[in-house]
């Protein structure tokens, strides 16, 4: 690490965090004067007002220029997502965020003059009529427990950045398109588009609309780059050290360059980059996409040419992790349960194939993963695509980043993930350019898009189904009712009645996330993402409402699998076949939260527990996996095709073990459910790593867009480079027998304690939690604790 990556850490090691109200201001006053427009024209002003009026900055010492907020590090109340109310504000401060007085007192007079329409807001409009979706999601199964009044930012997000992305939306742009072009190429291409069009059907009005708006937005894109430009001059002129001065002399240069013109070399590939990463975010999910793959030609070229070196590239791709740092994202209060530690999965996914099936790792891909070990700071992630043809070198560098704590890359399998898209109809050359959007939710660049992903919580369905159909919590109806569960004489008898209440249930949050796919569509139409889609120009239309030849707009998602499953098999063993219990005599315990009913607790722990390779229990998880896929492949999604099966958690597992009441498994009341998808509970896993592993590969996970597994070692497990080895082999034989996913954690937990009562003294502890990385003393308690109780691994 330099002392310029030094310093640039420094400064983004943040105890405290700054809220800023500078770009609310511009986007309200935007508002207000475009109120007359159409929607997408209306968002291209607004994108085009906070680059002309943002105010800018560049930092001692940067290479990359481009900030997301008007403070260093600063987080922007977005007016997309309400007007934070006072509870929110005071939350905020309570969280550790600074507020200063002024802008709280202003931010009030905004709440009395301002009353944005948000995504909550407008979804209320169906979902306050209806009784059955309404009880539904008061109950919290799909995260956050639904309130009535959207308005304000407990109810979406609250975030920093330029441009405007909306929702949640796992995606990834094809900056391909951009760096070849230049935006003043694509600027040509819509214009050529629009005098082309004939208003002979009823898509022409709206491809006129769109492509103004993509002008606007990228012509905007353009004039920020001269304003940093111009600054970088600025402070050239007054710079009395000649290496800075040189610096800021070369900043300049190249913001004149991109992104109206394609780029040229490594260093304006790399700023050309920020610069679109800017312009689509706020997003609680904005890709990096194959970040070793499209700059790598601009790597090789100037490696060839003699102008840069590796030491200079691994400073720029460390600059970067520095800027990516500052790019910050919060939420309001419910959901900042779901994503504990300023989650934002900037996710860059590096190796694997190419589209013609050569393998893709290079030069990039290793010094991206050595840029991650110089400048060890959470963000930006790294997914590493593992192929059969991924050098064993590569696979080691990448476990050597675990080894180191860093948390890591995470590591996908290329034949589960290519498989999954063609077994959905895409050419095997498109499967074969998937990227992670989110945590490792796989999307192909520029062709396909996520909407919608609901956090599900499947245990909760169980508790209502033995409540016919009643939410404990609530008193709401929230599922048809099912009767007294004890009137069933046999488990198979229960379990298909059981997985029809399950269905009913999806169908649900199905529902819920067609409602929210149409409103984000009306709402928050995007036309710089739009022109950086496959064919955006040509089109013309936002990507909300282009049809593709795989829809995946809604994935379904359940929370808790694990619990669920461990918990049948309870009722299985005990109730149906030792019959040393009834279900009335269960869901007494389970609503006593097992207080007085220790013998019958007891009973229940013993029942074998998925993660340690028996089929009584693991087949039972393969099965509602099954389930789960089968039921969720035959609902219509509202941009067409059908929804599709994922498994992610992110923090979810916490908050929604705090609905749930008490489960089968022995899990008591709020307490934190299973982490991962295909992960043991914590501490359940009792025979090794392998034999965790044999657990996860019985389940099909193929037809899965996504399926999470988190496994912990101690550093003691890792400390030889045949350790090193044996791991890599195990991660390969998991992907060879179906495992989609797998990431580590590498760390002890008598550091993690130490950690929680000294946090002054562990601030740069780095975590694994689902998809991303996070500070450890960043996480909530809760999070934490659960964390610490993952099974710890001593060998492998």
């Known amino acids: ?12 090691m943040k105890d405290t965090y700054p809220i800023s109200i500078e770009k609310l201001k511009i986007v309200l006053k935007t508002i207000e004067e475009s109120s007359g427009d159409p929607k997408i024209l209306s968002r291209a002003k607004i994108i085009a007002s906070v680059m002309d009026n943002m105010p800018i900055f560049i930092q001692e010492g940067e290479l990359i220029v481009g900030n997301g907020s008007s403070k260093p590090c600063g987080l922007e109340i977005e007016a997309d997502y309400g007007i934070w109310d006072e509870e929110e504000i005071q939350g905020l401060m309570d969280d550790g965020f600074e507020v200063t007085t002024k802008d709280a007192s202003d931010l009030k007079e905004l709440n009395k003059k301002n009353k944005p329409v948000t995504l909550v807001d407008t979804m209320n409009h169906v979902i306050k009529g209806n009784e059955r979706l309404k009880s539904f999601m008061r109950s919290g199964m799909i995260l956050p427990p639904w ?3 959207g308005a304000g930012g407990g109810g979406g997000y609250a975030m920093s950045g330029l441009g405007l992305g909306p929702g949640l939306h796992l995606i990834c742009v094809d900056y391909e398109i951009p760096l070849k072009k230049g935006l003043n190429a694509i600027i040509e291409e819509c214009k050529e588009s629009l005098e082309n069009i004939r208003f002979f059907d009823s898509d022409s009005y709206e491809r006129s609309i769109t492509l103004q708006s993509m002008i606007i937005a990228l012509e905007a894109m353009i004039r920020l780059a001269c304003r940093y430009a111009e600054l970088a001059n600025k402070l050239a002129s007054r710079e009395k ?18 992104p109206a013109n394609p780029a040229k070399t490594f260093k304006e590939a790399i700023q050309f980059f920020w610069f679109i990463f800017l312009s689509i975010n706020p997003s609680p999910t904005a890709s990096m996409g194959r970040l070793d793959q499209y700059l790598y030609p601009y790597y090789k070229a100037d490696m060839e040419k003699g102008i840069i070196s590796d030491e200079e590239v691994l400073e720029y791709l460390q600059c970067l992790r520095c800027k990516d740092m500052e790019l910050n994202r919060i939420s309001g209060k419910q959901n900042r349960l779901k994503n504990s530690g300023m989650a934002k999965w900037h996710n860059a996914t590096i190796g694997g194939v190419k589209p013609d099936g050569s393998d893709a790792s290079n030069k990039l891909t290793e010094l991206l993963i050595d840029a991650a070990l110089a400048c060890p700071v959470p963000h930006h992630t790294l997914t590493l695509r593992i192929a059969d043809s991924t050098p064993d070198s590569v696979i080691i560098k990448g476990l050597k980043a675990i080894q180191q704590g860093l948390s890591m890359p995470a590591f996908v399998s290329d034949q589960s993930y290519v498989r999954f898209f063609q077994r959905n109809g895409l050419p095997i050359e498109d499967a074969r350019d998937y990227v992670m959007t989110g945590c490792l939710d796989g999307n192909i660049p520029g062709r396909t898009r996520t909407i919608a992903c609901g956090m599900f919580i499947a245990p909760m369905v169980l508790d209502v189904f033995m409540n016919n159909g009643i939410d404990h919590k609530t008193g709401l109806k929230i599922l048809p009712g099912m009767g007294d569960p004890s009137q069933y004489k046999t488990y198979g008898e229960f379990n298909t009645a059981f997985k029809n209440a399950l269905a009913e249930a999806i169908k649900l949050g199905a529902e819920k996330s067609n409602i929210e796919n149409i409103v984000t569509r009306e709402m928050f139409p ?12 040509k089109v013309g239309l936002d990507f909300h409402r282009r049809r593709f030849d795989f829809e995946n707009s809604v ?16 009722i299985r063993k005990l109730v149906f076949e030792d019959q040393i219990l009834t279900m009335g005599e269960l869901k007494k315990a389970l609503d006593a939260n097992w207080i007085g009913h220790e013998d019958l607790h007891k009973k229940c722990l013993e029942v074998p527990k998925f993660g340690n390779d028996i089929d009584y229990v693991d087949l039972i998880a393969k099965d509602l996996y099954q389930y789960w896929a089968e039921i969720t492949e035959t609902i219509d999604a509202s941009y067409g095709g059908k929804c599709v099966p994922t498994g992610i958690s992110v923090t979810s597992h916490q908050p929604g073990g705090l609905l749930c009441n008490a489960t089968p498994d022995g899990r008591r009341h709020k307490e934190i459910l299973a982490d991962g998808c295909v992960s043991p509970a914590q501490g359940h896993d009792v025979n090794g790593p392998t034999v965790s592993l044999r657990s996860a590969m019985k389940i099909d996970q193929m037809a899965f867009q996504a399926m999470l597994l988190n496994m912990k070692f101690h550093p003691t497990a890792l400390k030889s480079d045949e350790d090193l080895k044996k791991l890599a082999a195990l991660v390969k034989i998991y992907f060879r027998n179906g495992g989609k996913h797998i990431q580590f954690n ?8 130490k950690a929680q009562l000294e946090p002054e003294n562990y601030r740069d502890l780095v975590v694994r939690v689902a ?13 934490q604790n659960e964390v610490i109780e993952r099974t710890e691994h001593v060998y492998i």
Request: hydrophobic letters at 40%; a positive charge.
């Open 1 to 12: 690490m330099s002392e310029r990556i030094k310093k640039l850490k420094e400064n983004v």
């Open 147 to 149: 309130r009535e009044k």
């Open 241 to 258: 050290d000649p290496q800075r001065k040189k610096e800021l002399e070369e900043i300049a240069r190249i913001c004149r360059n991109v």
């Open 526 to 537: 995007d036309p710089i993402r739009s022109a950086f889609f496959r064919d955006g120009t």
């Open 555 to 570: 994935v379904m998602n359940p929370v808790g699998m694990i619990n669920l499953a461990n918990s049948l098999a309870v």
């Open 746 to 753: 590498v760390a002890d937990v008598e550091t993690l304690r």
């Open 771 to 783: 998809g991303y990385s996070a500070y450890f003393v960043q996480l909530s308690k809760e999070m």
